[in-house]
């Protein structure tokens, strides 16, 4: 069965929806750019006159997204079509491009140079901005939930990926819950449960994607998978057996500690069975932790546990606050050779007020997070972790259509010597533009065999 969903996956590639995903996205910029410069350029007396340069950016939006959705097929780097999961995850993704393309044009309408701005007066501006904020929602949300269509289970993931997984615990009351999101009054915590912020469980399966696939058992009855770790869905008198039979395979075990006293016996079974040095717990959030937990845990990992535990977060007017904030939002516990344990703090240096709004609060808890991890992998694990490289085509053609006259696209595939060749030639008459154009072509073209034998970054590093 995981032999066909992987076959699925990785259909046979098709060139003429390669061919046919790159003439539409290369359509659909040119409409949006179109777009965009009407708005910017004509002075407006009314604002139905807008529509026209409107309803053009839509289309081009509704293009540049179909091209991309038949060059993901196209390249065999995503399901068939005929998946219905992959059409679900289509149709978001089209619809996801149109909501960001209203987002971005109210935006744009916005802007003190636009011919737009001139015939709308102060109450409409204020509204505008506020349904250009909560477009931008409603696109972030609906991309995240197509990403959630095209997750992989974990018989597909380990398929894919050889090396022996790492099996992820928790409780199912976590998943899919930022630790931004368990800080501050109720009111914060609904906010923050809106945005749909990515939770740390998604940026451990990319930090631990070094290791091996990041697996864990599914929650039963959920319509989809979080996204993260590579779900597998046991029968409930089975699910003891599987995770038993995980631990076993498993480079690495990783077992969150929370509120919940559901993972206690996972624990016991990782504390009984494996070599210490496979173990991580993962004490993270501002809930206190069962005592059935700590009951257990206090023994193992005595003044650890304390060195690891959450700082409480700031409350009432440090929450305003854009300095002084840096607390730790919670620790890892390795092992070494020996079992002894090391608290590794992940600490928060960053505001956690207002700030948390924007980008801190969709990257700020990651980078702390990788910072333990990294300590960990130095320390402790028993196997070194290596970076993967993976070099994508569809990524590749896009950088070489936007920014291939400075080269990027081959900066991207690791040959920077071909990225330099293009910036140098910037001034000769364009050249680089018209190399960067047959650079698409020949991307577009190869079959993935050819262009991993020439062009993939993992060969240059085997190579060397």
Not at 61 to 81: D, I, K, P, Q, Y
Not at 241 to 256: D, G, H, I, S, Y
């Amino acid at each position: 069965m995981a032999d066909a969903a992987v076959a699925a996956i990785h259909p046979v590639e098709d060139r003429r929806l390669k061919v046919g995903g790159l003439v539409l996205v290369i359509a659909g910029a040119a409409a949006i750019a179109a777009a965009l410069d009407a708005l910017e350029k004509r002075q407006f007396v009314a604002l139905s006159q807008a529509l026209p340069a409107t309803a053009l950016a839509l289309v081009g939006a509704n293009l540049l997204a179909l091209g991309m959705v038949l060059m993901a097929v196209g390249f065999g780097s995503a399901r068939s079509l005929r998946d219905p999961r992959r059409r679900r995850a289509a149709a978001l993704q089209v619809l996801f491009a149109n909501v960001l393309a209203l987002a971005l044009l109210t935006g744009s309408a916005l802007d003190e140079r636009s011919g737009v701005a001139a015939v709308v007066d102060e109450r409409w501006q204020v509204a505008m901005a506020l349904a250009g904020y909560a477009l931008g929602l409603i696109a972030w949300r609906l991309w995240r939930r197509s990403r959630r269509h095209e997750a992989l289970d974990a018989d597909v993931a380990m398929a894919l990926d050889p090396r022996p997984p790492v099996l992820y615990l928790r409780s199912f009351r976590d998943d899919g819950v930022s630790l931004l999101a368990e800080q501050g009054g109720a009111l914060r915590r609904r906010l923050m449960g809106a945005l749909r912020l990515p939770a740390p469980e998604e940026r451990m399966a990319r930090i631990l994607s070094r290791v091996g696939p990041l697996v864990a058992i599914g929650k039963p009855g959920e319509p989809l998978p979080e996204l993260g770790a590579a779900r597998l869905y046991v029968a409930h008198d089975q699910w003891q057996q599987k995770v038993t039979e995980l631990m076993r395979r498993a480079a690495l075990v990783v077992v969150r500690v929370g509120s919940s006293p559901g993972v206690l016996w996972e624990i016991e079974q990782a504390l009984q069975q494996l070599p210490r040095q496979r173990l991580v717990l993962a004490l993270l959030g501002d809930g206190a932790i069962a005592p059935e937990l700590v009951a257990r845990l206090a023994p193992v990992l005595g003044r650890q546990l304390d060195e690891a535990l959450p700082q409480p977060a700031a409350q009432g007017w440090q929450l305003l606050s854009w300095r002084g904030n840096a607390r730790r939002i919670g620790g890892l516990v390795c092992f070494d050779a020996a079992g002894r344990g090391a608290a590794i703090a992940v600490q928060q240096h960053s505001a956690v007020g207002w700030k948390s709004l924007g980008w801190g609060a969709l990257f700020g808890a990651g980078r702390p997070l990788e910072s333990a991890w990294q300590q960990v992998f130095e320390r402790a694990l028993p196997i070194r972790p290596q970076r993967q490289r993976h070099s994508s085509r569809a990524l590749a053609v896009v950088l070489a259509l936007l920014l291939g006259m400075f080269g990027a696209h081959w900066f991207y595939l690791g040959h920077p010597r071909r990225g330099w060749l293009h910036v140098v030639l910037i001034p000769v008459l364009m050249a680089s533009w018209f190399l960067s154009i047959a650079d698409v072509l020949r991307f577009v073209w190869l079959d993935r065999a050819a262009f991993e034998a020439r062009w993939d970054a993992r060969n240059i590093i085997r190579r060397e």
